[in-house]
């Protein structure tokens, strides 16, 4: 264990997933960010769009699959409880 920050080491697959995860989050943003997308205000007054949504459900997806004893905090749809003691 690192002393310095106290953080268990790095779990290479763990690593592996959350670098092939981002990548494909990115790929769906790159995907809308020059096409014709749909967005609202939320109850807090800022704007949501629907590759907001459309990333965070892809995430959300692929977290629950992969680690579905984990919690989960997303921007748009909040909290998810979990049993492992990870968010």
């Known amino acids: 264990m690192d002393h310095a920050f106290d953080v268990p080491p790095t779990d290479r697959e763990l690593l592996d ?3 092939g995860l981002a990548t494909r989050a990115g790929q769906v943003s790159a995907q809308g960010f020059f096409g014709e ?3 609202r205000r939320k109850e807090d007054g800022t704007e949501v769009t629907e590759i907001d949504l459309a990333v965070e459900e892809l995430v959300r997806n692929e977290l629950a699959r992969h680690m579905p004893e984990d919690g989960i905090y997303g921007e748009e749809k909040g909290s998810t409880a979990g049993v492992s003691g990870r968010r």
């Open 17 to 19: 997933f959350a670098v």
């Open 37 to 39: 997308w749909g967005s």
